[in-house]
């Protein structure tokens, strides 16, 4: 069932201990099929080094099991709200790597400071709200998915790919599995170029929007020209 | 002699060098035997490269040599007080990685500042008080481990793995050998977390105890719910 | 066509993930051939695992593409303003490395602050000023080179070999593309040693001049003695 | 002629690489054979890849080459002064390794904040004065090691293997040329955590005397005991 999907989703988690983004356990990756209304995630708590696609899990938008037989990830919750809000994203990955997750515990937002991160995200990456009590006591997970969402009412998700949770860490998508953990990495380098530029002046300014808008654009707008033409 | 235990200790003591914790000769790693009474150790001042089980040291709970043909970690007698005082840990390891000791030569616990931390430590990571002038002349790595030992009075030892001592560096311990060098990696990405989350923010406040609770529980609690089944 | 020379530009773009200067595509090198006036570049977008020497685009001095299947770079016209105006640049490279790329964003000049410094560098790293809106909605990357040659008005493009382009990242240069990706190594590391020393002196004085100059002559200067004798 | 030490010295310079302290050409060791009076170093600016045992370059305490077709490093005199002065000294390393170095660029000793560096230097690691305008245009790299010496007119350079020189890096030294590079690598991780605690509190204070004393005593004392007794 969804075999080439669960291959892409082992794969993208894999690459997260290849780009240096989790150690242990600390992340997963999930791919949905959109027409089948399925999506294909991690199981939780199994190291990356074993991972085969067999072990992958299926759920459905409920975020009931539907093949597999082992345990989802414990934030299968969460991804279930994303793929529900967020209908253009085909893949969801959430680490904890060091800077994007210094920002998140921080309760700051990331900034945008240069064309780097100007390339890949429309304007700062935002911060949700911590979490309450009641949220947490009902369903946390599904509730951390809800916050996020929330964070997002007036942005646009195709342009900010990625989000801090507050206390806790960076989850990101894309149009597919490994899109995502892409964005995950680009977020942990945006991240730490960030924490060394505040350093070295506390009151720096965001990149001006002529800048920032121009670079993004190339990239991502209805003229984009970086990279090659697709076929 | 303990073969088995031997082999287990060997390979947390070399993975010590594949989690990037020590260079050089930095730090030791020790398994028990509760049954035995007995524990297995790094030899002192041995490169991981060459570590054999063979030359695994076995110590008893008085700190005696009952098995091995070379000298055991200086720190040994720190080991026997935490195996003593500790009746639940099966391993225990001790480090010097940069972040960890950071904190511990700045004298200052680790809070927790996000759920990378709730996940594993129920609270701050402590820091003791430093070893006295007496202390040290007179037992010296045995006062360690009662310094430790001290600290952890009103603490609990099995919801908190690990601790600084003030002006050294971590031990760490866990249910084994291998366990308790896992919790020394967590502590090390957790420190260097926290100190990018202080940069960016000085006064940064604790995460809510409603959210730390959370993750400690989902992961350690009787209701745990984060991995797989053991079967 | 210019075959020698595209295998250089293809070993120095693949050098510059050896070196850890760039991630995905965060980058790109190009190397001239000033007799046929035409330079070589890496194509926009593309992986470095996957690039071959047939990849490289040629382009001439106005920005055409003479040879070569793919979309060069998009930074392909900042590159041309570099070779027209620098004549002994014989290779250029672009990268969004971390310290270096910190220092851009806060739009600092990278002070001389020691020999290591002194020793390629005769000088601050400068800081071009934003580039202005105008300049972005009529030729960007054009006039992302413009900028560069601006700054260098009173400046010796020999001796300092490299530049910031504030809110953007470092561009170096250097007699062939693989010296070119040196000096980009060269201006990262300086650049994590200077935020390092400012950290811990944030009124950190420039090197002496006689020191500085003293290390910038014995390697570049006509008794160096650095190195050994060319044939 | 010396082919042993030759062999060692190129064992050590390779190390360098190994242990992350250098990129490019960024260093250099050496070693000697006091009855002989002739000491082995790498030759100036060869890649450490390159090195063979037989590039090693033979030079007497004059400073003048013996064997060897190749010129010897820059810093050779400096390597002069420092094995005329510290007799007991039978290998020495320089590097600009990344946290040494930003701490000698910012001309401040590295205090003595923990045990891993009680263990290894009795006391800060010291800073030189800036050399002249005159000391460097006479003889400068004699004058860095005439420097160097001057410093340690009270200090002890048996324990304390190591020093910045003000505004360039570290020069360290051991027993012999591998020792030499521990005692480098030493350093620069003694470094890292040093900047991090001072991060962690500014107003840190330096480790008490009893504790570094017993460290440093428990490794080099008369009544030594950490490691293996030696055969």
């Given at each position: 069932?969804?075999?080439?999907l669960?291959?892409?989703?082992?794969?993208?988690n894999?690459e997260?201990v290849h780009?240096g983004?989790v150690?242990l356990?600390?992340g997963?990756?999930?791919?949905?099929?959109?027409?089948?209304?399925l999506f294909?995630?991690?199981?939780?708590?199994v190291?990356?080094?074993?991972?085969?696609?067999?072990?992958m899990v299926v759920v459905d938008?409920?975020?009931?099991?539907?093949?597999g037989?082992k345990?989802?990830?414990?934030?299968?919750?969460t991804?279930?709200e994303?793929?529900?809000?967020?209908?253009?994203?085909?893949g969801?990955?959430?680490?904890?790597?060091?800077?994007?997750t210094?920002?998140a515990?921080a309760?700051?937002?990331?900034?945008c400071?240069?064309t780097?991160?100007a390339?890949?995200?429309?304007g700062?990456?935002?911060?949700t709200?911590l979490?309450?009590?009641?949220?947490?006591?009902?369903?946390?997970?599904?509730n951390?998915?809800?916050?996020?969402?929330?964070?997002?009412?007036?942005l646009?998700?195709?342009a900010?790919p990625g989000v801090?949770?507050?206390?806790h860490?960076?989850?990101?998508?894309g149009?597919?599995?490994?899109e995502s953990?892409r964005?995950?990495?680009?977020l942990?380098?945006?991240?730490?170029?960030a924490?060394?530029?505040?350093a070295l002046?506390p009151?720096?300014?965001e990149?001006?929007?002529?800048?920032?808008n121009k670079?993004?654009?190339?990239?991502?707008?209805?003229?984009a020209?970086?990279?090659?033409?697709e076929?």
């Open positions: 069932m969804l075999e080439k669960k291959e892409e989703v082992c794969d993208a894999r997260l780009c983004l150690v356990t600390w997963n990756v999930s791919g949905i099929d959109r027409e089948a209304g294909v995630i991690k199981p939780s708590g190291s990356y080094d074993d991972l085969k696609p067999s072990d938008l409920e975020g009931k099991v539907v093949n037989s345990r989802p990830s414990s934030d299968t919750p991804h279930v994303l793929y529900k809000s967020f209908p253009m994203v085909g969801i990955t959430h680490t904890h790597s060091t800077n994007a210094a920002f515990q309760r700051r937002e990331i900034p400071l240069g780097t991160h390339d890949h995200f429309a700062a990456v935002p911060v709200r979490i309450g009590d009641k949220e947490v006591s009902e369903a946390y997970e599904r951390t998915g809800k916050v996020i969402v929330e964070r997002f009412g007036s646009d998700y195709g900010i801090l949770v507050a206390g860490g960076p989850f990101c998508w149009k597919d599995a490994m953990v964005n995950a990495l680009i942990e380098r945006v991240a730490e170029m924490i060394k530029s505040i002046d009151n720096i300014q990149l001006p929007g002529h800048i920032s670079h993004f654009d190339r990239k991502h707008g209805k003229d020209y970086y990279g090659q033409e076929d």
